[in-house]
C-alpha cells in the first residue's frame, strides 16, 4: 500500500488514457476506464485511514459522489442505457444527479461556515461568476429546450437540472479555487481540478447528447471525464488532505485578474446569448436577457460596494495601527504595551467584545502547538476554547481565540492573545498581525532598556555579592557551583575559586541531599523552595542553612540560584530550649509534656498500623524515707541512678520519663505480645529493687509498676495514663515491689470510690452519720461496766451501712478528721444524758485512728466533746489499733501524751495482732488492752491456745494495765473461759449486739430498775 501514492495514481490515470484513446472502438477498450475508476474510488477510503483529516465525511461525500458517477457510467455503456427515449427518461440519470448532489454538499463541507462569514468578498466573486454563467445557460440551453415542443416534459426538467447542477458545481469549485490560492494545499487544488473537469465533461457529454438525441455512447467523452477520477483520487492520496478544511489566510489585494475575469463574465454573458441567437437565427428574449443583465450587473455593483467598504475599513485600520505604533513608540513598561494593543484591538474590532494577553514564553509541546510555521508570511491562529491555554485564561466556550507569534528577540512574551464574540475578518487579521509585530519591536525595546539598567547597575550587585554575610551560589543543570560569594569561606571553610566547578550536593549532608534534590525540583522561574538543610565543613561539622533555591533559564540553558542563612547558633540554641521544655533537668529523661505528645503519636500509629502500645507508671516505694533521713541531695542522686537502670531495661524505641517526684513513666511501642510488656514491668521491678550504693551508704529502694494498654480504640491520652495510675495503686495496695495490669474492675472500684467520697462528704454535710453502741459488761454478773460508740451511715440510697464500708476510705481522704470528730461529740452527749438519767458514771469507748492522731486539732476536739457532754474525763477511753504505735513517730507519742494529761483513758485495740515493741508501750501512757476477738474465738482450746490468751492477760498486770476487755464473744463456753483466766469485762453478741441510741436507753432503764428491785 505504500506504493499507492497521488503520483502514482496520477501516472495510472495518464497511461490508461494512452491506451484507451489507442485501443477505442475495440471491445478491450473500457477496461482502462473501468481501473482508472477503481482505483480512485480505493484512493479516498485509504486517504481517510491513512492522513486521517480533520472532515473525513467531506471526504466520504465525495467517494459517494464518485461512486454515483460510476454507476451511471456502468449502466450508460455496458447497459446501452438512452438518456431519454419515447419520451421517457433513462435510470442512470438518477444516479448522476445523486452523484452531483454528493460533490457539492461535500465541497461546501471542506469550506464550513465560517468561510462565508469571514471572507464575504471571495463569496461574491463567485456568485458573479456564477450568475454570468447561468445568464449564459439560460440564453444557449435552457431556453432553446423550453421553447422545445417535440421534448417530453419530464426529459425537459432532466436537461434542465444538468446546467444548473453544472452551475453549482461551479461556484464551488470557484469558491474552493479563491479559498485555496492563499495556501499551498495541492489536495484542495486537486478537487478544484477535478470538479471542473466533471462541468466539462457534463458540457460535451450535453452536446453528444443533443446531436444523436437519444443516447450517450460513450467514446471520446469518456477520455474528458476519466481525469475528474483521477484527480479527486490524487487529492485523497496526498497528504495535505489531512488539512482541506478551509482557515483564514492572510489578507492579500484582489488579484487584477480576477476583476479582469469577472468584468469579462459580466459583459459576456449576455452578449453570448444576443450572439448566439443571431447566427442560429433564433428570436431574442429581450426581457429575460434585460432581467439575467440586471442581476449580472447588480452583484457586480454589489462587490465595488463591498470593495469601497472594505478600503474604508482598511483606512480606519491604518489610522489606528498608526496611532497604536506611537503609543507603543512611548510604552516605558510592558504594562503601558499591553493597555496599547488592548485599546488597538478594541478599535479594530469595532463593535466586538475583546479581550488581550501577552503570553510568556513557553517550553514543551504547547509551545510549539502555538507557534507559527510560515514561510511566507506570518498569521494568527485559531485555537479551540477548550485548549489549554485559553481555558487558563478563562475564555468562554463560545468565543474566538486567536495567537500571534511575536518576532521578539530578548522580550520573554513570545504570543499575542485575542479573544473575541466573533472571528475577526482576514482583512483585520492582518492588522492584527500588523499590530503584533509592532508590539513585537515595543517589547524588545523596553526589555533592551531594562537589561541596561541591570548591567549598569551589576557592578553594585558585585560588590553587594562580595560583602554579603549568606551565601549565594549560582548552579547550572547538573548542580555544578559555576558562581558562589565568598562569604562560603566564612561559612564551611574552602574558598569559592576552589569551588567552582564542584558539585553542589557534595557540600549538602548525605541525610538532606535527598531534600535539597526535591527542593531544587520544585523550584520554578515565578516561585522559590525554602528548606532547612545541612552542610558540612572542610572539618566535617555541621551548618544548619535556611536555603532557598529559584530556577532560571538563560542563553547557557537551565539553571538554579541558591542562597543560603547561617542559622546555625540560633538551632543550638532551639535544641537546648526543647530539650529543656521536654526534657526532666534532674535525669535527662522525657517529662511529662514529651510523654504526652508521644503517646498522642502513639494513638495515631496504632490507629494506622493497628499495634497495641502500653504505658507503665512507676513509683518508688518509701522514697520519702530517703528525703527526711539522709537528705534531698542523697535523693536526688538516688532519682538519677534509677533513671539510669531504668534505661537499661528497656528498648531502643521505649520513652522513660519523670513525672515528677519519684514517679516515672514508661512508654512501650508497638506491643506484639503482652507477654512482653510484662517482662519488661517485671525487669523494671527487679532492676530498682537491687542494692543502690550512695556516698558509702547502701540503699534498698523498691517500685510499684503499674501497666495500663492502648490501642486505635482509645480515643484519648488521659484515658490510658489514668489506667496505668490505677494498676500503680493496685500494686502498691497489693504489697508494693511488685507491677500490676489494669483490669476494668479497677476502674469501676476508683470511680464507685470516688462517688462514696463524694457522698460521705455530703453526708456528714447532713448529718447522715449516727452512731450505734455496744456494751462492756461484767463477765460475772453482766452488769454494763461500758459502752463503745460504733459509727453508722445511714446512707440515703444504700441504707444503714457498717464501718466496713467507709471507716478505710475515710482514713484515705481524710474525711476521718471531721466523721470522727462528729462521733465522739454524738456518743459523748448521749452519754452524758444517760449518766445523768441512771445516776452513775460507765465507761464510754470511742475509737481513734491513727490519721486523727495526726492532726494537730484532736486534743482540742477531745476537750471541746467533753464540755458540751459533761461525761468526766476519766470515763473516756480512746481506743487505738496497735499497728499505728510505731517506734519513731515522735509526734504520735507526744499527742497521746497530751490526751492522757486531759485525763483520759487509752486503750489498745485488737492487742496481739500488731507488732509493737513491748519496750515502747512501757513509754507510752496506755491504760488498758482489748483482747483480739481472734484470741477470743480459740476458747476453750488445748493448752497452746489457752495459754497464748493467759500470756498477754499476765503481760497487761506486767505492764499495770488499769482494764483488759476481751472482745468477740459469742458463746457460753468463751465466756467461761474468760473469767477461769482472770478477765472481768467483756464484750460480744452473746452479751449484746450493737443497738441504737434508743435501745441503749432501755437497756440502761431495765438495769436501773433491776438493780433498785434488789436494792
Same mark, same amino acid.
Given at each position: 500500500?505504500?506504493?499507492?501514492?497521488?503520483?502514482?495514481?496520477?501516472?495510472?490515470?495518464?497511461? +490508461?488514457?494512452?491506451?484507451?484513446?489507442?485501443?477505442?472502438?475495440?471491445?478491450?477498450?473500457?477496461?482502462?476506464?473501468?481501473?482508472?475508476?477503481?482505483?480512485?474510488?480505493?484512493?479516498?477510503?485509504?486517504?481517510?485511514?491513512?492522513?486521517?483529516?480533520?472532515?473525513?465525511?467531506?471526504?466520504?461525500?465525495?467517494?459517494?459522489?464518485?461512486?454515483?458517477?460510476?454507476?451511471?457510467?456502468?449502466?450508460?455503456?455496458?447497459?446501452?442505457?438512452?438518456?431519454?427515449?419515447?419520451?421517457?427518461?433513462?435510470?442512470?440519470?438518477?444516479?448522476?444527479?445523486?452523484?452531483?448532489?454528493?460533490?457539492?454538499?461535500?465541497?461546501?463541507?471542506?469550506?464550513?461556515?465560517?468561510?462565508?462569514?469571514?471572507?464575504?468578498?471571495?463569496?461574491?466573486?463567485?456568485?458573479?461568476?456564477?450568475?454570468?454563467?447561468?445568464?449564459?445557460?439560460?440564453?444557449?440551453?435552457?431556453?432553446?429546450?423550453?421553447?422545445?415542443?417535440?421534448?417530453?416534459?419530464?426529459?425537459?426538467?432532466?436537461?434542465?437540472?444538468?446546467?444548473?447542477?453544472?452551475?453549482?458545481?461551479?461556484?464551488?469549485?470557484?469558491?474552493?479555487?479563491?479559498?485555496?490560492?492563499?495556501?499551498?494545499?495541492?489536495?484542495?487544488?486537486?478537487?478544484?481540478?477535478?470538479?471542473?473537469?466533471?462541468?466539462?465533461?457534463?458540457?460535451?457529454?450535453?452536446?453528444?447528447?443533443?446531436?444523436?438525441?437519444?443516447?450517450?455512447?460513450?467514446?471520446?467523452?469518456?477520455?474528458?471525464?476519466?481525469?475528474?477520477?483521477?484527480?479527486?483520487?490524487?487529492?485523497?492520496?496526498?497528504?495535505?488532505?489531512?488539512?482541506? +478544511?478551509?482557515?483564514?489566510?492572510?489578507?492579500?489585494?484582489?488579484?487584477?485578474?480576477?476583476?479582469?475575469?469577472?468584468?469579462?463574465?459580466?459583459?459576456?454573458?449576455?452578449?453570448?446569448?444576443?450572439?448566439?441567437?443571431?447566427?442560429?437565427?433564433?428570436?431574442?428574449?429581450?426581457?429575460?436577457?434585460?432581467l439575467g443583465t440586471f442581476i449580472v450587473f447588480?452583484?457586480?455593483?454589489?462587490?465595488?460596494?463591498?470593495?469601497?467598504?472594505?478600503?474604508?475599513?482598511?483606512?480606519?485600520?491604518?489610522?489606528?495601527?498608526?496611532?497604536?505604533?506611537? @503609543?507603543?513608540?512611548?510604552?516605558?513598561?510592558?504594562?503601558?504595551?499591553?493597555?496599547?494593543?488592548?485599546?488597538?484591538?478594541?478599535?479594530?474590532?469595532?463593535?466586538?467584545?475583546?479581550?488581550?494577553?501577552?503570553?510568556?514564553?513557553?517550553?514543551?509541546?504547547?509551545?510549539?502547538?502555538?507557534?507559527?510555521?510560515?514561510?511566507?508570511?506570518?498569521?494568527?491562529?485559531?485555537?479551540?476554547?477548550?485548549?489549554?491555554?485559553?481555558?487558563? $485564561?478563562?475564555? +468562554?466556550?463560545?468565543?474566538?481565540?486567536?495567537?500571534?507569534?511575536?518576532?521578539?528577540?530578548?522580550?520573554?512574551?513570545?504570543?499575542?492573545?485575542?479573544?473575541?464574540?466573533?472571528?475577526?475578518?482576514?482583512?483585520?487579521?492582518?492588522?492584527?498581525?500588523? $499590530?503584533?509585530?509592532?508590539?513585537?519591536?515595543?517589547?524588545?525595546?523596553?526589555?533592551?532598556?531594562?537589561?541596561?539598567?541591570?548591567?549598569?547597575?551589576?557592578?553594585?550587585?558585585?560588590?553587594?555579592?562580595?560583602?554579603?554575610?549568606?551565601?549565594?551560589?549560582?548552579?547550572? +543543570?547538573?548542580?555544578?557551583?559555576?558562581?558562589?560569594?565568598?562569604?562560603v569561606a566564612r561559612l564551611i571553610g574552602p574558598?569559592?575559586?576552589?569551588?567552582?566547578?564542584?558539585?553542589?550536593?557534595?557540600?549538602?549532608?548525605?541525610?538532606?541531599?535527598?531534600?535539597?534534590?526535591?527542593?531544587?525540583?520544585?523550584?520554578?522561574?515565578?516561585?522559590?523552595?525554602?528548606?532547612?538543610?545541612?552542610?558540612?565543613?572542610?572539618?566535617?561539622?555541621?551548618?544548619?542553612?535556611?536555603?532557598?533555591?529559584?530556577?532560571?533559564?538563560?542563553?547557557?540553558?537551565?539553571?538554579?540560584?541558591?542562597?543560603?542563612?547561617?542559622?546555625?547558633?540560633?538551632?543550638?540554641?532551639?535544641?537546648?530550649?526543647?530539650?529543656?521544655?521536654?526534657?526532666?533537668?534532674?535525669?535527662?529523661?522525657?517529662?511529662?509534656?514529651?510523654?504526652?505528645?508521644?503517646?498522642?503519636?502513639?494513638?495515631?500509629?496504632?490507629?494506622?498500623?493497628?499495634?497495641?502500645?502500653?504505658?507503665?507508671?512507676?513509683?518508688?516505694?518509701?522514697?520519702?524515707?530517703?528525703?527526711?533521713? $539522709?537528705?534531698?541531695?542523697?535523693?536526688?542522686?538516688?532519682?538519677?541512678?534509677?533513671?539510669?537502670?531504668?534505661?537499661?531495661?528497656?528498648?531502643?524505641?521505649?520513652?522513660?520519663?519523670?513525672?515528677?517526684?519519684?514517679?516515672?513513666?514508661?512508654?512501650?511501642?508497638?506491643?506484639?505480645?503482652?507477654?512482653?510488656?510484662?517482662?519488661?514491668?517485671?525487669?523494671?521491678?527487679?532492676?530498682?529493687?537491687?542494692?543502690?550504693?550512695?556516698?558509702?551508704? #547502701?540503699? $534498698?529502694?523498691?517500685?510499684?509498676?503499674?501497666?495500663?494498654?492502648?490501642?486505635?480504640?482509645?480515643?484519648?491520652?488521659?484515658?490510658?495514663?489514668?489506667?496505668?495510675?490505677?494498676?500503680?495503686?493496685?500494686?502498691?495496695?497489693?504489697?508494693?515491689?511488685?507491677?500490676?495490669?489494669?483490669?476494668? #474492675?479497677?476502674?469501676?472500684?476508683?470511680?464507685?470510690?470516688?462517688?462514696?467520697?463524694?457522698?460521705?462528704?455530703?453526708?456528714?454535710?447532713?448529718? #447522715?452519720?449516727?452512731? @450505734?453502741?455496744?456494751?462492756?459488761?461484767?463477765?460475772?454478773?453482766?452488769t454494763i461496766i461500758g459502752i463503745e460508740a460504733?459509727?453508722?451511715?445511714?446512707?440515703?440510697?444504700?441504707?444503714?451501712?457498717?464501718?466496713?464500708?467507709?471507716?478505710?476510705?475515710?482514713?484515705?481522704?481524710?474525711?476521718?478528721?471531721?466523721?470522727?470528730?462528729?462521733?465522739?461529740?454524738?456518743?459523748?452527749?448521749?452519754?452524758?444524758?444517760?449518766?445523768?438519767?441512771?445516776? @452513775?458514771?460507765?465507761?464510754?469507748?470511742?475509737?481513734?485512728?491513727?490519721?486523727?492522731?495526726?492532726?494537730?486539732?484532736?486534743?482540742?476536739?477531745?476537750?471541746?466533746?467533753?464540755?458540751?457532754?459533761?461525761?468526766?474525763?476519766?470515763?473516756?477511753?480512746?481506743?487505738?489499733?496497735?499497728?499505728?504505735?510505731?517506734?519513731?513517730?515522735?509526734?504520735?507519742?507526744?499527742?497521746?501524751?497530751?490526751?492522757?494529761?486531759?485525763?483520759?483513758?487509752?486503750?489498745?485495740?485488737?492487742?496481739?495482732?500488731?507488732?509493737?515493741?513491748?519496750?515502747?508501750?512501757?513509754?507510752?501512757?496506755?491504760?488498758?488492752?482489748?483482747?483480739?476477738?481472734?484470741?477470743?474465738?480459740?476458747?476453750?482450746?488445748?493448752?497452746?491456745?489457752?495459754?497464748?490468751?493467759?500470756?498477754?492477760?499476765?503481760?497487761?498486770?506486767?505492764?499495770?494495765?488499769?482494764?483488759?476487755?476481751? #472482745?468477740?464473744?459469742?458463746?457460753?463456753?468463751?465466756?467461761?473461759?474468760?473469767?477461769?483466766?482472770?478477765?472481768?469485762?467483756?464484750?460480744?453478741?452473746?452479751?449484746?449486739?450493737?443497738?441504737?441510741?434508743?435501745?441503749?436507753?432501755?437497756?440502761?432503764?431495765?438495769?436501773?430498775?433491776?438493780?433498785?428491785?434488789?436494792?
Open positions: 500500500m505504500l506504493l499507492f501514492r497521488a503520483r502514482n495514481l496520477g501516472i495510472l490515470g495518464l497511461v +490508461s488514457m494512452a491506451l484507451y484513446l489507442v485501443v477505442l472502438g475495440t471491445p478491450v477498450a473500457y477496461i482502462f476506464p473501468t481501473v482508472v475508476t477503481l482505483a480512485s474510488l480505493i484512493a479516498i477510503p485509504t486517504g481517510i485511514a491513512r492522513h486521517k483529516p480533520s472532515h473525513p465525511g467531506a471526504w466520504w461525500l465525495m467517494f459517494g459522489g464518485m461512486a454515483f458517477h460510476s454507476i451511471a457510467a456502468l449502466l450508460w455503456v455496458f447497459g446501452s442505457a438512452p438518456v431519454y427515449a419515447n419520451g421517457t427518461t433513462g435510470f442512470p440519470n438518477l444516479f448522476h444527479i445523486a452523484g452531483y448532489i454528493c460533490l457539492g454538499a461535500g465541497a461546501l463541507l471542506l469550506l464550513g461556515r465560517r468561510r462565508f462569514r469571514e471572507d464575504p468578498a471571495e463569496a461574491l466573486d463567485t456568485l458573479i461568476i456564477v450568475t454570468a454563467l447561468g445568464v449564459a445557460s439560460w440564453g444557449l440551453i435552457l431556453r432553446p429546450l423550453g421553447s422545445n415542443i417535440d421534448l417530453d416534459g419530464g426529459v425537459t426538467a432532466l436537461l434542465t437540472i444538468y446546467p444548473l447542477i453544472a452551475l453549482a458545481t461551479v461556484g464551488c469549485s470557484a469558491q474552493l479555487w479563491f479559498a485555496s490560492s492563499g495556501t499551498k494545499n495541492t489536495s484542495m487544488r486537486l478537487v478544484v481540478a477535478a470538479l471542473s473537469t466533471l462541468v466539462i465533461g457534463n458540457i460535451f457529454q450535453s452536446a453528444l447528447v443533443l446531436a444523436d438525441g437519444q443516447t450517450w455512447g460513450g467514446g471520446f467523452s469518456v477520455v474528458i471525464r476519466m481525469p475528474f477520477f483521477i484527480l479527486l483520487g490524487m487529492a485523497a492520496l496526498h497528504p495535505s488532505m489531512a488539512s482541506t +478544511s478551509i482557515s483564514a489566510a492572510p489578507n492579500q489585494p484582489t488579484p487584477w485578474w480576477r476583476f479582469a475575469l469577472l468584468t469579462v463574465l459580466a459583459g459576456f454573458a449576455p452578449l453570448s446569448v444576443v450572439v448566439s441567437d443571431t447566427l442560429l437565427g433564433r428570436p431574442t428574449d429581450y426581457r429575460g436577457l434585460f447588480s452583484t457586480v455593483i454589489l462587490r465595488l460596494g463591498f470593495l469601497g467598504h472594505s478600503l474604508n475599513q482598511s483606512t480606519s485600520r491604518v489610522r489606528t495601527l498608526n496611532a497604536a505604533g506611537n @503609543h507603543l513608540v512611548q510604552a516605558l513598561t510592558t504594562e503601558q504595551i499591553h493597555q496599547v494593543a488592548r485599546e488597538a484591538v478594541a478599535e479594530i474590532l469595532q463593535g466586538e467584545v475583546t479581550n488581550v494577553w501577552l503570553v510568556q514564553q513557553s517550553s514543551g509541546d504547547e509551545a510549539k502547538d502555538l507557534a507559527i510555521a510560515d514561510d511566507e508570511a506570518r498569521a494568527m491562529r485559531t485555537v479551540p476554547a477548550t485548549d489549554s491555554l485559553p481555558v487558563s $485564561l478563562g475564555v +468562554s466556550g463560545d468565543a474566538f481565540f486567536g495567537v500571534i507569534s511575536l518576532a521578539t528577540t530578548v522580550a520573554e512574551v513570545s504570543q499575542f492573545a485575542i479573544s473575541s464574540s466573533r472571528a475577526p475578518s482576514r482583512s483585520a487579521r492582518t492588522t492584527l498581525v500588523q $499590530l503584533a509585530d509592532n508590539v513585537a519591536h515595543a517589547l524588545d525595546r523596553v526589555r533592551h532598556a531594562e537589561l541596561a539598567a541591570e548591567n549598569e547597575s551589576s557592578e553594585r550587585l558585585q560588590r553587594l555579592l562580595h560583602d554579603a554575610s549568606d551565601v549565594i551560589a549560582v548552579l547550572d +543543570s547538573d548542580l555544578r557551583i559555576t558562581y558562589v560569594t565568598p562569604a574558598t569559592a575559586d576552589a569551588l567552582t566547578g564542584t558539585n553542589w550536593m557534595d557540600l549538602v549532608h548525605t541525610e538532606d541531599q535527598a531534600l535539597v534534590e526535591r527542593a531544587l525540583t520544585n523550584s520554578g522561574s515565578s516561585r522559590s523552595s525554602r528548606t532547612e538543610v545541612r552542610l558540612v565543613t572542610d572539618t566535617k561539622e555541621e551548618r544548619f542553612v535556611e536555603m532557598t533555591a529559584t530556577r532560571f533559564e538563560d542563553e547557557t540553558g537551565t539553571g538554579f540560584t541558591v542562597s543560603c542563612h547561617d542559622y546555625t547558633r540560633r538551632h543550638e540554641l532551639e535544641q537546648q530550649l526543647k530539650h529543656q521544655a521536654f526534657h526532666d533537668a534532674l535525669t535527662g529523661l522525657a517529662n511529662r509534656t514529651l510523654l504526652q505528645e508521644r503517646l498522642r503519636q502513639a494513638i495515631t500509629r496504632s490507629r494506622r498500623n493497628g499495634k497495641e502500645f502500653a504505658v507503665m507508671f512507676i513509683d518508688l516505694d518509701d522514697f520519702k524515707n530517703v528525703n527526711d533521713s $539522709l537528705g534531698h541531695a542523697v535523693g536526688d542522686s538516688l532519682l538519677r541512678t534509677v533513671a539510669r537502670r531504668l534505661r537499661s531495661t528497656l528498648r531502643s524505641n521505649d520513652t522513660p520519663a519523670r513525672l515528677g517526684g519519684d514517679e516515672f513513666a514508661v512508654l512501650l511501642e508497638e506491643v506484639d505480645d503482652p507477654r512482653e510488656v510484662e517482662l519488661v514491668a517485671a525487669r523494671v521491678v527487679e532492676a530498682l529493687a537491687q542494692p543502690i550504693r550512695i556516698g558509702g551508704s #547502701e540503699l $534498698l529502694v523498691g517500685a510499684s509498676v503499674g501497666v495500663a494498654y492502648g490501642s486505635s480504640a482509645t480515643k484519648d491520652i488521659e484515658d490510658v495514663m489514668r489506667n496505668a495510675d490505677l494498676a500503680l495503686y493496685d500494686a502498691k495496695g497489693s504489697g508494693k515491689n511488685r507491677y500490676a495490669i489494669f483490669q476494668p #474492675e479497677m476502674h469501676e472500684f476508683a470511680v464507685s470510690k470516688m462517688q462514696l467520697t463524694a457522698d460521705m462528704r455530703r453526708g456528714i454535710a447532713r448529718n #447522715e452519720f449516727l452512731v @450505734h453502741f455496744q456494751p462492756w459488761k461484767d463477765l460475772s454478773d453482766n460504733l459509727a453508722r451511715w445511714n446512707h440515703p440510697t444504700k441504707g444503714v451501712l457498717s464501718p466496713a464500708h467507709f471507716i478505710s476510705l475515710a482514713e484515705e481522704t481524710g474525711l476521718i478528721i471531721p466523721l470522727g470528730r462528729e462521733i465522739l461529740e454524738s456518743a459523748l452527749i448521749e452519754a452524758g444524758q444517760w449518766q445523768e438519767n441512771i445516776g @452513775h458514771e460507765f465507761l464510754v469507748s470511742v475509737n481513734l485512728s491513727g490519721r486523727q492522731l495526726l492532726d494537730s486539732c484532736i486534743v482540742d476536739d477531745v476537750k471541746f466533746a467533753l464540755s458540751i457532754s459533761g461525761v468526766p474525763a476519766h470515763c473516756l477511753v480512746l481506743e487505738i489499733t496497735e499497728s499505728v504505735l510505731l517506734p519513731g513517730e515522735s509526734v504520735m507519742a507526744d499527742r497521746l501524751r497530751e490526751l492522757a494529761e486531759l485525763g483520759v483513758r487509752l486503750y489498745i485495740d485488737d492487742f496481739g495482732t500488731g507488732y509493737s515493741s513491748l519496750s515502747y508501750l512501757r513509754q507510752l501512757p496506755v491504760s488498758g488492752i482489748k483482747l483480739a476477738r481472734e484470741f477470743v474465738a480459740t476458747l476453750p482450746g488445748d493448752d497452746n491456745e489457752t495459754g497464748l490468751v493467759r500470756a498477754i492477760y499476765d503481760l497487761s498486770q506486767t505492764l499495770n494495765l488499769d482494764d483488759v476487755v476481751a #472482745e468477740g464473744i459469742e458463746t457460753e463456753e468463751q465466756r467461761t473461759a474468760l473469767l477461769d483466766l482472770g478477765f472481768k469485762i467483756g464484750q460480744g453478741y452473746l452479751l449484746a449486739r450493737p443497738m441504737g441510741a434508743e435501745q441503749m436507753r432501755e437497756m440502761f432503764d431495765e438495769e436501773r430498775r433491776a438493780l433498785q428491785e434488789l436494792g
